[in-house]
């Protein structure tokens, strides 16, 4: 039987969120009780909250809403690669030791624990030039444990930046903490949000035959 690992961590309402970002909140629109025969919610959240897919709307005034993608590159064969402790920027020698043969997706675990109780302001990210490299070796999709593949403070944003010119998908805000290195098969597919520029994701790895 094949085995899951589940990444996407909870939602809730002391999730962390990008500073300035909409947090995870919830209300009932309707309860059970005389007269009301459900419980129904309503949820207001950033789409970059918890695991998330960004699209090119995201970094580009042009680009394309999630809902629009392609689903290949979320659903398929992938590589998780460790990089623990390695801060401020994965660099490609970081992951030259698991690069041979590539899948086309490949997922970066850079925290021993990824933190789930506040915004990690010293966020591990990528290095442009790392993205770049994946790019040649046919990846298309990266991701990553932590917020965001372009440090806090960046304006520039220039691994998004690369990402947008080189057509890759992202996936940020994985929780890789229990996940060996190797291959595996990724399944997170975003909503069909028709005009959003990200979307939660329920990401998962499936153990290969």
């Known amino acids: 039987m094949k085995r899951l690992w589940d990444i996407s961590p909870p939602l809730h309402a002391s999730s962390p969120v990008f500073p300035g970002d909409t947090a995870y909140q919830q209300h009932w629109s309707a309860t059970l009780g005389p007269g009301c025969p459900v419980n129904v919610?309503?949820?207001t959240?950033?789409?970059h909250t918890g695991a998330h897919a960004d699209a090119p709307l995201h970094y580009d005034p042009d680009g394309a809403p999630v809902g629009t993608l392609d689903l290949e590159p979320f659903l398929g064969p992938c590589r998780?690669?460790?990089a623990m402790g390695v801060t401020p920027l994965v660099q490609i020698s970081d992951l030259d030791h698991a690069l041979a043969d590539l899948p086309p997706r490949v997922l970066v675990r850079?925290?021993?624990r990824m933190p789930q109780d506040r915004f990690d302001?010293?966020?591990?990210?990528f290095a442009a030039d790392?993205?770049?490299r994946l790019a040649d070796l046919g990846v298309l999709l990266i991701g990553i444990d932590s917020a965001s593949i372009d440090p806090a403070e960046s304006k520039t944003l220039d691994s998004h930046q690369v990402i947008r010119r080189r057509g890759l998908r992202v996936l940020e805000n994985l929780l890789l903490d229990d996940v060996p290195e190797g291959d595996y098969e990724l399944i997170a597919l975003p909503l069909k949000l028709t005009t959003?520029?990200?979307s939660p994701v329920r990401a998962?790895?499936?153990s290969l035959p």
């Open 110 to 112: 850079t925290y021993e």
């Open 196 to 198: 959003a520029d990200a």
């Open 80 to 82: 998780v690669i460790h």
């Open 130 to 132: 790392t993205v770049k």
């Open 204 to 206: 998962i790895l499936r």
């Open 121 to 125: 302001a010293a966020l591990p990210a």
């Open 45 to 47: 959240l950033s789409p």
């Open 41 to 43: 919610s309503a949820i």
